[in-house]
């Protein structure tokens, strides 16, 4: 049984930081392609970043670029997503997938083209300017 849970939102002013940390038990990162989504009120959701860890083809959003890095800690069986320079747009409930099968890119992951089996409950992110 995979089980994904993400922590670390918050509310935070413009301008600062915040790690997501996603667990996902059952799962060797290194087989498998994970994810961050975001979703805000009425909008779609959006693929933040996506790695596929076989290939190490990782993909991050425009909007987040240079400011997400998305990476792991093996030894906890944890992925991050450090947030810099927050924007009041980033504002979102933030959810992580996990088990994706290691085929496709990280861009093709975020592109909602093919679906992660496991999902976590997500993390609110609530940027004030």
């Known amino acids: 049984q995979v089980q994904v849970v993400e922590s670390g939102g918050g509310l935070v002013q413009e301008g600062r930081s915040l790690r997501l940390s996603c667990t996902a038990s059952?799962?060797?990162?290194?087989?498998?392609?994970m994810g961050w989504f975001r979703q805000a009120p009425g909008k779609e959701r959006e693929g933040v970043s996506c790695?596929?860890?076989?290939?190490?083809?990782?993909y991050y959003a425009d909007s987040v670029k240079g400011r997400f890095t998305i990476s792991r800690d093996n030894t906890k069986n944890t992925l991050y997503l450090q947030m810099n320079s927050l924007k009041p747009e980033d504002t979102a409930m933030y959810f992580c997938?996990?088990?994706?099968?290691?085929?496709?890119?990280?861009?093709?992951?975020?592109?909602?083209?093919?679906?992660?089996?496991?999902w976590g409950q997500g993390t609110q992110v609530t940027v004030s300017s």
């Open positions: 997938a996990a088990g994706g099968r290691a085929y496709y890119s990280g861009a093709y992951y975020c592109s909602g083209k093919t679906d992660f089996p496991y």
């Open positions: 059952g799962l060797t990162f290194d087989d498998y392609a």
């Open positions: 790695v596929n860890w076989r290939s190490g083809s990782a």
